[in-house]
């Protein structure tokens, strides 16, 4: 039967193309990987996920809530900035617990217990196309930049993280980084037990030249004696997912728009952030050529323009790929639209629908 669109469809076919990915690289170099929830929560699917990863990191205390009941295994914290006696519950769901700067170490590390500490340094060195997600931008709040304070925090943390990338599919870049890193603060890594280098390495992407990735993660590993830890999001998630819609109406301003059910402003929100397209597979290079638009007021709401080979009508069901990462967990309820449901397609090829979403949850999340 087929679903009621619109819908979420994560494939776990494809994710598993990912994870065995993982798998390799974790083989290889030694490094341990954990799930950045940031970018991806969709708990339906983290049993096959956990197979393949060591645990989860997150940015908020809900979101290691959901690491530690939904995925288990290690739950690492971290954290912008941790307010009243967030990182007092935090000993509840994490393990590790990293600050973001010196001033929040210094006045919440009496309340970690157990939980192993570590502190967010900020290199100075990056690789983003975007400067809005550029965390060694000017200005930058994110991790500590001064290199005299690391040094007299002494024995409050055992490891650091440096999240340093995003969307980076360039290896020499991440090499070079990592050498400045390495010149820049080999005392402390030295002193420390553990490394995590975040997230945003496109390692999933065809191409990517993994034997060297690896080699190098292993080398940094083996110089510092260090466990080394990778915090990818995006990579585990890439092109594993659609959102499927489908045409509601066409209209004609100088060029035909086709207006979908969803909205790139609450089911794709990145796309409108970034000012990218969307990726949509059409039949072709066919003569017809349509804006695809999305059914909130926001004047430029727009997937893209595509062509296709046929003229576009209402009915006509679209797929849009590469749409678990940054999609599902920002996703909101603008001018009250209909919620994409979500669904799985299971290893054998069936598919289910896990979660849908109603009035009463448009209700609940206002009052
Ligand atoms: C600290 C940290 N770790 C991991 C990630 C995951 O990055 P990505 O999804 O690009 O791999 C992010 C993304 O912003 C991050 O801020």
């Known amino acids: 039967m087929r679903l009621k669109t619109p819908y ?125 997600a550029d965390p060694a931008r000017k200005y930058s709040r994110l991790g500590v930049i001064d290199k005299k304070e690391l040094l007299r925090i002494g024995n409050l943390i055992s490891g650091v993280l440096f999240h340093f990338n995003c969307e980076n599919n360039s290896f020499k870049d991440f090499s070079s980084n990592l050498d400045f890193i390495e010149n820049t603060y080999g005392n402390l890594l030295e002193r420390i037990n553990w490394v995590s280098l975040g997230g945003g390495i496109s390692f999933t992407q065809e191409g990517y030249p993994l034997p060297k990735l690896s080699e190098r993660l292993k080398r940094f590993r083996e110089k510092f004696n260090i466990q080394l830890y990778m915090e990818p999001g995006e990579a585990v998630i890439a092109n594993s997912a659609e959102l499927i819609t489908t045409v509601i109406d066409v209209v004609r301003n100088n060029i035909n728009i086709a207006i979908v059910e969803v909205s790139t402003e609450a089911h794709m929100l990145d796309l409108l952030v970034y000012g990218l397209p969307a990726k949509i597979k059409t039949t072709g290079k066919g003569k017809h050529k349509y804006i695809i638009a999305g059914r909130s007021c926001l004047a430029g709401d727009i997937f893209g323009i595509f062509r296709f080979k046929r003229p576009l009508r209402a009915g006509k069901i679209l797929r849009i790929s590469d749409a678990a990462g940054y999609t599902m967990v920002k996703k909101n309820w603008f001018n009250g639209l209909d919620m994409p449901s979500i669904a799985v397609k299971k290893m054998n090829g069936t598919i289910k629908t896990v979660r849908k979403f109603s009035y009463d949850d448009f209700l609940n999340s206002l009052s």
């Open 8 to 132: 979420y469809l994560i494939h776990e076919r494809k994710l598993l193309k990912n994870l065995k990915t993982i798998q390799a690289l974790k083989k290889s170099s030694g490094a341990k990987f954990l799930l950045a929830l940031k970018c991806f929560s969709g708990w339906c699917v983290f049993n096959l996920i956990s197979k393949y990863m060591d645990g989860t990191t997150s940015s908020s205390l809900n979101e290691a809530r959901l690491g530690k009941e939904k995925f288990s295994k290690e739950t690492h914290l971290y954290c912008v900035a941790f307010s009243g006696n967030e990182v007092k519950q935090a000993r509840m769901y994490a393990d590790t617990i990293i600050f973001n700067s010196i001033s929040q170490l210094k006045k919440f590390h009496k309340d970690t217990g157990k939980l192993r500490v570590g502190l967010r340094i900020n290199p100075g060195v990056s690789f983003s196309n975007f400067s809005l």
